[in-house]
């Protein structure tokens, strides 16, 4: 059994987030360059088992995939190609930023970290995997 692994992927950075051995908690592991990321991966894979990848997948408030998927598509056929023993799932990411800057105001962040978008992005690919993991539980 391994890890789940979210990915919330962006032109620029890459918010990660990862779950403990057990599948309970989702925490985040920080941010990387989208250019960095697949060798992040690497590196991280060496140490730890992920059976599971999860990219978010941004939609419209029409159900319709969003702007971004034109570039988070190549994303996932690289990572599929470079981890092909590795399932990868796609899961609705909508509201995930707003969410994470709420989530962060709320935690009485100071002005410069709420601006922080390498923050956010880490806190988005945790709300992403622990919203995961709640529609597991629901499903099973």
């Not at 092909?84 to 995930?96: A, H, K, L, Q, S």
Request: aromatic share 8%; net charge positive.
């Amino acid at each position: 059994m391994g890890r789940i692994l979210a990915i919330d992927y962006g032109k620029k950075r890459v918010g990660l987030a990862v779950t403990d051995e057990l599948k309970i908690i989702a925490t985040a592991l920080g941010t990387v360059h989208a250019g960095d990321v697949i060798a992040y991966l690497k590196r991280y894979l060496r140490d730890n088992k992920v059976e599971c990848f999860v990219v978010g997948e941004p939609k419209d408030m029409t159900n319709r995939p969003s702007e971004a998927e034109r570039f988070i598509t190549p994303f996932v056929k690289n990572l599929k190609k470079s981890f092909p023993g590795i399932r990868v799932e796609r899961f609705d990411e909508r509201f995930t930023s707003r969410m994470a800057s709420q989530a962060i105001l709320a935690a009485g962040a100071k002005k410069s970290d709420r601006q922080n978008k390498s923050l956010v992005d880490a806190v988005s690919a945790t709300l992403i995997l622990q919203s995961y993991l709640e529609s597991l539980a629901l499903n099973s």
